[in-house]
Nanobody, 123 residues
Framework: QVQLVESGGGLVQAGGSLRLSCAASGRTFSTNAMGWFRQAPGKEREFVAAISWNGAYTYYADSVKGRFTISRDNAKNTVYLQMNSLRPEDTAVYHC????????????????WGQGTQVTVST
């Protein structure tokens, strides 16, 4: 069973930056598209960004386009999310997961969710 461990969250002021990491165990990381999702209190989990298995293609939710960048290092079994120009509405628990495809309408999660990492953006 693949395990996902997210890290890098924290408390940051609006306009600040954070870099999230997600380390995956197991050998199947490099052959899967990966995605970042987030869940704010009282809201459903939503798609944030996705990257193809080889990093050639990236996709973003409109709300984060131009501010967030997803990347991956298959040698380290790790996917990253660089978040710049953070806004209070970005406050959420961020999760990563393998997805059945990076492009819409795919992006269904494939593995068990990790614990996530909390991002809190203050005004």
């Amino acid at each position: 069973q693949v395990q996902l461990v997210e890290s890098g969250g924290g408390l940051v002021q609006a306009g600040g930056s954070l870099r999230l990491s997600c380390a995956a165990s197991g050998r199947t990381f490099s052959t899967n598209a990966m995605g970042w999702f987030r869940q704010a209190p009282g809201k459903e989990r939503e798609f944030v960004a996705a990257i193809s298995w080889n990093g050639a293609y990236t996709y973003y939710a409109d709300s984060v386009k131009g501010r967030f960048t997803i990347s991956r290092d298959n040698a380290k079994n790790t996917v990253y999310l660089q978040m710049n120009s953070l806004r209070p509405e970005d406050t959420a628990v961020y999760h990563c997961n393998a997805v059945n495809g990076a492009s819409a309408p795919l992006r269904s999660p494939l593995w068990a969710w990790g614990q996530g990492t909390q991002v809190t953006v203050s005004t």
